[in-house]
């Protein structure tokens, strides 16, 4: 209970103005009844938020509350309560950069939108007795709004689609050049942006120290030790009990991961709770309906090691590091260069070539060439480079004379 406030804490505190002025652990009876509190807990609450003129708002830490509880609990406190639903919402709503995440939002924000109507039109039946029709057009007030939302959510899946289109056609670009893709993931705050940062030296990245700073999902080119150039996908943070309809509206963002090569797991070790943020993590990927092998390669990286003394993973296969001061990022590399080989079939290999001919201007092209040592006394030269399976077809095809070394 204790870091699960703590976590509802830090995630009021991700919002700008917003400040946590009391908390308190009550036992809540079932989240589904009228009252979610017992009779005496209300009764302390009550007396609780009274005692506090500056309070604006209640943030109960549960999924999501009724409509009707909602308005019983607004009214009995005079102030706005909010479930955990709304609060990450508006914590999606703030840090929404592109037309993608802002569609998603407004995806997500439909079920409340209809949960806001029903209460709504129970408050105008109250007060002028039973539902009136409009302007005689047949429909109830009810009828309407419920309508217009359904218009509403239908344009904003098309729109998405569109999007989840274009997104597919860059993909085939992406795989026609064949760039190696790793998703980064990772429980909200883990160091995901810190330690892709760290990999691939891209300054502009800025990481934030707060929850779901990363909404969108961003690509970022990087180098392996062979010089072979590859793609790391920033996603969005997990968080346990993340709203169902959230998860969903995000669909389109983690159906992305599915199509990468390899997904690199980040954990923060330093985190009391790290054993179920990893449990959380796993859980969403398996709901994801991801390709088994995607599973199986995974790169477990225990993340801030550097604020624990002689840290030692327990797990088989973890890559202890520190993304913010480097340790540890080198055997990280190699792990990901050697799995990223296996998942994408390609070869590391050497080929003597004649420097007269085209093989090194198409290797250059088609391949990563790694190192080239020139003998300048037949006019030849050994090329070690990265090669996929069907450029290797290729290259045969074309150059059947040229001398290959594996």
């Known amino acids: 209970a204790e870091l699960q406030i703590a976590e509802a804490v830090a995630l009021v505190d991700t919002l700008q103005n917003w400040t946590v002025l009391d908390k308190i652990i009550i036992p809540t009876k079932n989240p589904d009844k009228k009252f979610i509190f017992g009779k005496g807990n209300f009764q302390v609450l009550t007396e609780k ?4 003129p500056h309070v604006t708002a209640v ?17 009995a406190w005079g102030v706005k309560v909010f479930d955990r639903y709304a609060v990450v919402l508006h914590i999606f709503r703030c840090n929404a950069r592109t037309k993608e995440a802002k569609l998603q939002i407004a995806l997500a924000e439909i079920p409340l939108l209809r949960s806001n109507l029903k209460n709504e039109v129970s408050q105008l039946d109250q007060q002028r007795g039973g539902s009136r029709y409009i302007m005689g057009s047949g429909e109830t ?10 218009e509403k959510e239908l344009k904003i899946r098309n729109a998405l689609e569109k999007l989840r289109r274009k997104r ?3 993909r085939t670009q992406r795989r026609k050049r064949e760039f190696p893709i ?8 883990c160091g995901k942006t810190t330690l892709i940062k760290a990999l691939t030296g891209e300054a502009g990245l800025q990481p934030r120290d707060q929850l779901f ?18 793609i790391y996908v920033d996603t969005i943070g997990f968080l346990t009990d993340l709203p169902h309809n959230l998860v969903e509206s995000f669909s389109a963002t983690l159906e ?7 997904i690199v797991h980040v954990r923060d070790v ?10 959380t993590v796993l859980s969403v990927l398996k709901n994801l309906n991801l390709p088994s092998h995607l599973l199986d390669s995974m790169v477990e990286v225990h993340n801030k090691v550097d604020l624990i003394e002689r840290y030692k993973p327990t797990e088989e296969n973890a890559i202890a590091i520190s993304a913010l001061h480097g340790h540890g990022l080198e055997e990280l590399k190699e792990e990901i260069e050697k799995k990223i080989l296996a998942a994408t079939g390609k070869k590391i290999l050497t080929v003597n070539i004649n420097l007269e001919g085209p093989q090194l201007s198409w290797l250059y092209k088609e391949a990563t060439v790694q190192e080239v040592e020139v003998m300048p006394e037949d006019g030849t030269a050994r090329v070690k480079v990265i090669i996929s399976n069907s450029a290797f077809g290729r290259y045969k095809n074309l150059f059947p004379n040229s001398k290959i070394f594996m």
């Open 49 to 52: 938020i009274k005692k506090l």
């Open 59 to 75: 943030f109960l830490n549960v999924e999501r509350i009724s409509s009707l509880t909602k308005k019983e609990l607004e009214d």
């Open 141 to 150: 007030f009810m009828e309407t709004q419920n309508r217009i939302l359904k």
């Open 168 to 170: 597919s056609l860059l």
């Open 182 to 189: 790793i998703s980064v993931m990772g429980y909200t705050n």
């Open 213 to 230: 700073a990363t909404l969108d999902i961003t690509a970022h080119a990087g180098y392996l030790p062979s010089q072979m150039a590859v």
């Open 256 to 262: 992305e991961v599915a199509y990468s090569d390899l």
């Open 270 to 279: 330093t985190h009391p709770e790290t054993i179920l943020q990893k449990a």
